[in-house]
């Protein structure tokens, strides 16, 4: 829930009017829960981490639907409580609201339990309900709304992906945490600057002598999107010469814009693996691609050695 969260709800708003929005950052497994509007961490209020002092979205309201109208959110969002999502009439309820036009719901969580009964009674309560949040919430839509086509794939850790010529780790997040899990890595660590000239080379040469390389936009001087615009640079070079086919990214922005400079069309889910780490594939004009995410405070520091891990055990199944 940190950057322009609310913003991007009401584009989402404007996008599909007709279409209730539940929205949850809960993620029972991480310690994040949300009780009576309130989001904490660990049992703390989310503003009272260092979340607080993030250095590149400081997360300043801990009430949901306070930190959602603050940047820009709809104001007529309205809390779905545990005592609803726990009750019978829950289904009854949200039907009521929805045909009320209230049609943005902010939700209480605090168990897996709670998000299933959340999704199931959204999935009951209207047709084609959107869903916003956590991973734990992608994973309870993935399980109750699977495609018949992907039902192999999807959640399946020790599904082959799409493709392993080499992978290719970037860090767009200012967070430590995801400086330090990028240096357990063992792999001589690219530091993007603007006088970067020849760090495709050296990337694609690491990435020939080891399989993997690493690349970390750390103090970019300037605006966030000339940093976003010279990694996507980089990237693509990276990419298209060294025929990387698995890119890691951290940095919600930092994955967005690269997933759309190297033309990609959908992240389309393949496995969680571990809470907070998604590995979806992307088709691309040159084939499909494997993506995994993970925001920049998530994670200990063996995290990405972990990633590496999966990566090989996939690529050899």
């Known amino acids: 829930m940190r950057g322009p969260v609310g913003a991007e709800l009401a584009a989402v708003r404007e996008a599909w009017p007709d279409r209730p929005v539940f929205i949850t950052p809960a993620n029972p497994l991480l310690g994040r829960v949300v009780v009576d509007g309130v989001l904490r961490v660990n049992g703390i209020r989310v503003t009272q981490t260092p979340f607080r002092h993030d250095p590149g979205s400081p997360v300043m309201h801990d009430e949901l639907i306070r930190l959602l109208t603050a940047s820009g959110g709809p104001g007529d969002t309205v809390t779905l409580p545990l005592s609803v999502i726990r009750g019978r009439m829950r289904v009854r309820w949200l039907r009521e609201k929805i045909a009320a036009a209230r049609m943005v719901f902010a939700c209480d969580t605090e168990t897996i339990d709670d998000l299933r009964a959340i999704v199931s009674a959204a999935l009951e309560a209207h047709d084609v309900p959107l869903f916003i949040g956590s991973s734990a919430l992608a994973a309870v839509v993935a399980g109750l709304v699977r495609p018949a086509a992907n039902a192999s794939m999807v959640g399946n850790k020790n599904a082959s992906p799409p493709m392993c010529g080499g992978t290719l780790f970037v860090c767009g997040s200012k967070h430590p945490a995801s400086h330090h899990q990028m240096r357990t890595l063992g792999l001589p660590l690219r530091m993007l600057t603007p006088k970067s000239f020849g760090l495709a080379n050296e990337l694609a040469a690491d990435l020939v002598a080891r399989g993997r390389a690493a690349v970390l936009c750390a103090d970019y001087p300037g605006l966030p999107e000339h940093a976003l615009a ?86 050899a199944s």
């Open 230 to 315: 010279a990694m996507g640079d980089i990237v693509e070079t990276v990419v298209r010469i060294a025929l990387v086919r698995t890119i890691f990214v951290t940095g919600g922005e930092t994955t967005r814009a690269l997933c759309r400079r190297l033309g990609g069309t959908a992240l389309e889910l393949h496995a969680e693996i571990e809470p907070g780490v998604i590995a979806a594939r992307m088709p691309c004009p040159e084939g499909t691609r494997l993506v995994i995410t993970k925001p920049g405070g998530y994670g200990d520091a063996q995290c990405l050695v972990r990633v590496c891990e999966w990566i090989d055990e996939a690529s």
